[in-house]
Every structure is written in C-alpha cells, then in structure tokens.
C-alpha cells in the first residue's frame, strides 16, 4: 500500500488493514480513492441481488368453511325458526277449542203421559260421572250439551251465578260443577238470542226449591250462557236431566226447575226438609211436578162419596188415583 493510500485511510478514519479493499492484493493496477464509511447495505441473496419485494407478498391462508363465510345468515335463520315456531304453538293452542263432543245429543221421544198423569219435564241423559280436574284441562264430552261429566275442581268451578253475554267465554267445565251444587243452567245458541228476555228470566227466577237460594251471590245458579254444541235454540239443564226449547218458554223452565233442581245433583248444599207425609208424594227423579202432588183421601177427583162408617177409609183412596 503506498503511502498516499495510508494518508487517505487516516483522513478518512479507517484503521489500516481494513475495509473493503484490504484482503485485496497489492499488486495489480492502481487503487481507486477509499469510499466514505455509511449505512449498511441492504441484504443481499446469495447472489449478492437485493431481496426486494419478498416479504409483500400476500402468504396463502386456507379457504373458510361455508359456515364460517355464512355463520351469522344461518343463526339468525335458526332464531326465526324458534320464534315462528313457539308463535305458532301459542296461536294453536289459543285458538283450540277447549272441550270436544262426541255426539250432539237428541233424545228418543217418549210415550205421552196417561191420561190423568202429570207429564215429566225434560229427559234423563245417561250419567258421565262428576270427576274433578284441574282449570285448564281439555275434555271431550259423550253428549253435549253434557248435563254430568268430569269439570273443573275450584277455583276454576262452579262460576259465579249469572246472566253470560254471547261473547263471554263460558265452557261445560265450568258450568257443570254448578250442576252438581243443584243449579239451574239455561243455554242458548245463538249470539241473536234476545238478552233482554234473558235478563229478565234471571231476575225473576225464585229461590231455589229445596235449600232456598236467592238467584245470584252465593247460590250455585241460576247460570245463563252461550253454547253452541246442541240441536236446539234453548235448553235448561239440571244433573242428569235436559229440557230442550225451541223457544224460550219461561213457564216451562219454572215448572222443570221447581221440579228437578237440588235433587238429583251429587253435591247437596243444604240438609234436605224432612220427609213429607205418607199422604203425599215426595219429589224425586221420576216424581210429578210439586204442583201435582197425590191428592188427599178427601180432594180426590175420582174418589166415591163418603162411605158409611162401616167402610174402610181405604177404600177411598185407591192406588191408582194416584198420579203416575
């Protein structure tokens, strides 16, 4: 190295020895001027190119599965589903008809009543037992309008004796346990039954003929409402027996409930009066109106005059005076 290059190495501040051209050999042609010392040059390939670019390229990454590409589309699918779902089971269950009948009941006519018998209002409906269930509770009916049959346990029955508009919601669940405290039930058919009339045959129902309720309050009838499910525009129901009316013949529904009423029901709700004279006839299932008792051994229609006093009185009241 001459001694210029030395020079030029000291100015510069490189230690001799050192630097690019230092493992050069001294011989050969001239050297060129020392280059000034600064940053570092940027890394190279083995080649000595510039490795410019590698690191921008975008690295290949696996493809998302179609539920990830779509997760957020199916779950809020799904939650539709559910409330669509639930929607529908609360409409359906809604609009299900709470009770169901298997026959629209029409009883057989009967015989007219004999001559000189009083005649029996209404009929008897086979019984369909008094079993409790809970409020709620669908249940399917044998005949309908049923006067028995399985119904509400309280609170959800008996309802409170009253006058039921055509849009109130009135079911055999509920009114039939009235049926079984002794109640007079009256149904009528169509929406366009006159409620006036209605209202007014509550309110001039008179107490109840055995345990002496006052229409209302606390008595188990009389209940007044809507039912669909039967072949006539009226009828009036106590347990075990149906009246059915064309029309609403107020006179007759008097003489069935004075007749029937507390005493064929399951569930008395007083202590019955004591037991009438042998003389006459005691109401039953099967009896004649109250009106038509057995007449006494002196007001007998059909009975002889007075017998001499050697005659049994017996003879004067034959059995078969008595009305059948």
Not at 72 to 98: E, F, H
Not at 271 to 295: E, F, L, R, V, W
Request: overall charge positive.
């Amino acid at each position: 190295m001459s001694k210029e290059s030395r020079r030029r190495q000291r100015q510069t501040g490189q230690v001799p020895g050192s630097g690019p051209t230092a493992n050069r050999p001294t011989g050969g042609g001239p050297t060129g001027p020392a280059r000034p010392a600064g940053p570092a040059a940027p890394s190279s390939g083995p080649r000595g190119t510039v490795r410019s670019g590698r690191r921008d390229r975008a690295r290949p990454t696996s493809r998302p599965s179609f539920f990830q590409r779509f997760r957020n589309v199916i779950v809020g699918a799904a939650i539709l589903a559910v409330v669509a779902l639930v929607g529908a089971g609360l409409i359906s269950s809604a609009t299900q008809a709470a009770y169901a009948c298997s026959n629209i009941w029409e009883p057989a006519a009967t015989a007219s009543p004999a001559a000189g018998a009083s005649p029996q209002p209404g009929y008897v409906q086979p019984d369909m037992g008094k079993t409790h269930v809970s409020g709620g509770t669908k249940l399917t009916y044998t005949y309908c309008p049923p006067a028995s049959g399985r119904h509400f346990v309280q609170p959800a029955g008996p309802i409170p004796a009253r006058l039921y508009g055509p849009n109130d919601t009135v079911i055999p669940q509920q009114w039939v346990h009235n049926l079984e405290h002794g109640a007079l039930v009256i149904l009528y058919r169509d929406a366009e039954a006159d409620q006036t009339a209605l209202r007014a045959l509550f309110d001039g129902m008179p107490p109840s003929p055995v345990c002496g309720f006052e229409p209302g309050g606390n008595s188990p009838g009389p209940v007044i409402g809507r039912f669909t499910d039967m072949a006539w525009p009226y009828a009036a129901l106590v347990w075990d027996r149906v009246l059915p009316l064309q029309t609403l013949d107020v006179a007759a529904i008097l003489e069935f409930y004075a007749t029937y009423a507390e005493k064929t029901n399951q569930e008395p709700q007083c202590n019955p009066p004591s037991a009438a004279p042998s003389g006459s006839a005691a109401p039953s299932g099967s009896a004649a109106p109250s009106g038509s008792a057995a007449p006494s051994s002196g007001a007998s229609p059909s009975a002889a005059p007075s017998p001499p006093a050697s005659v049994a009185p017996t003879q004067s009241v034959a059995p078969s005076a008595a009305p059948s």
